[in-house]
């Protein structure tokens, strides 16, 4: 099979963990040897020469446009506009390119990693090329996109016109399915675990933390993710007021950064709290396993990989009971999962830290996620498609 494959989501130079979990996907995929890959990640960029002057878009700009074996044409955003344009403008930068390259060698299929604007541009390509496209739902972007004027009627139609649809959960599914989606064609499609790096660790965590400079003599508490509203961060930094002998490590980055350090500085928690920015998935690895729990009160999710990767660290979560909360913690072990407020959290966190799981234990619960069980399942998939 030949699979043009659509992701705006996608490890750069510009971004390293933007859309790690298509790029492993994509890889196992890859690696079963039974379908070709064309990787086409457009890049959002103003026009010149705002592209090279504004912080958020410079070092996107540099990105070559053949990345190895990626292709990255740029698409042109109007910052400040209503971003449904973000679909057309898509379709108006790869179109030629998948033109080309369909009249070279032909495609079967075309596979859009992510819902907005993936799949209507996908969708669009699709139609002007004669070709089956299929489109999978992740989280935000059949939550938060679909209320987004201008968005949701693309999405809505890319959802029933597609031959073949992934969630990456049971309730991304039924999510994907009130878009009016024929439930039929749904597959879920679990993420993976890169289990070279997300797995438990054999020394003890005081060791652990000594390794990367936390605190030995108290408990640790970490949150990853973007520094937004969506994920909650304010709400552990208000739990840990209520957690005796306890500190906060949080990676990522994100426009609630500043809102976040004047809120530990209100308070007087500000030294028990660690901004340590975004970090490579290496060393977020490391700070997973030596956390006693991870604590991610996000508002929206699909399945969180952080969840998958902190459980399949053996550090259990706590977490709200959102999207594919209870598909994940399936088993008491694996956390607790709580309203969105500082003392339920804090109730949880104080509960864990005084029985704690055993880390093997933990582990258990993700041990069916796996990278080459995600990849073989997509060749299937679109195997499924192409021959139907």
């Known amino acids: 099979m030949r699979i043009l494959c659509l992701s705006t989501l996608h490890p750069s130079a510009a971004a390293p963990n933007l859309g790690r979990f298509v790029q492993l996907s994509l890889d196992a995929a890859d690696a079963t040897g039974e379908a070709e890959i064309v990787r086409i990640c457009p890049v959002a960029l103003p026009p010149w020469p705002l592209g ?19 292709l990255r044409p740029p698409y042109l955003r109007l910052p400040g506009l209503n971003p449904a344009r973000d679909a057309a403008a898509v379709v108006t ?3 030629p390119l ?15 990693q992510f819902f907005w604007p993936d799949g209507p541009a996908a969708m669009m390509i699709a139609e002007a090329l004669g070709l089956p496209f299929s489109v999978k739902a992740r989280g935000a972007d059949v939550h938060y996109w679909p209320t987004v004027k201008g968005c949701g009627a693309l999405i809505r139609e890319a959802a029933q016109k597609a031959n073949g649809l992934l969630a990456v959960s ?14 039929r064609k ?20 005081a060791d652990l933390r000594q390794r990367i400079d936390l605190p030995t003599d108290c408990a640790l508490l970490l949150s990853v993710g973007a520094l937004i509203p969506r994920k909650g961060q304010v709400f552990a930094i208000e739990a840990l ?16 950064r500043g809102m976040l350090q004047r809120r530990a500085q209100e308070l007087g928690i500000a030294d028990q709290v660690h901004f340590l920015g975004p970090l490579p998935h290496c060393d977020i690895a490391r700070h997973v396993q030596a956390a006693d729990i991870c604590v991610l009160p996000s508002s929206s999710e699909g399945i969180a990989n952080a969840w998958i ?10 977490i709200t009971d959102i999207g594919s909360a209870r598909e994940v913690l399936t088993s008491p072990v694996a956390g607790r ?21 055993a880390r093997e234990d933990v582990a258990a619960v993700v041990a069916d996620y796996s990278w080459e069980r995600n990849g073989r399942a997509l060749v299937d998939y679109w195997r499924g498609l192409v021959t139907a």
Do not use: W
């Open 309 to 318: 990767e902190s459980l399949a660290c053996g550090t259990p979560l706590v």
């Open 98 to 112: 998948a033109r080309r390259l369909h009249a070279e060698k032909p495609f079967d299929m075309i596979d859009a």
């Open 186 to 205: 749904i597959m879920v499609h679990r993420t993976g675990i890169d289990r070279s790096l997300f797995g438990v660790a054999s020394e003890p965590r």
């Open 170 to 183: 049971e309730a991304i599914k039924a999510d994907v399915a009130a878009l009016g989606a024929d439930p």
């Open 337 to 357: 999962i709580v309203p969105r407020q500082a003392s339920a959290i804090a109730e949880a966190c104080r509960d864990l830290l005084a029985n704690p799981p």
């Open 52 to 70: 090279e002057l504004l912080p958020h878009y410079s070092a996107f700009a540099k990105l070559p446009r053949l990345d190895g074996a990626i």
């Open 93 to 95: 930068a790869v179109l």
């Open 241 to 256: 007021t209520q957690i005796p002998r306890a500190r906060l490590a949080i990676i990522g980055a994100g426009e609630d």
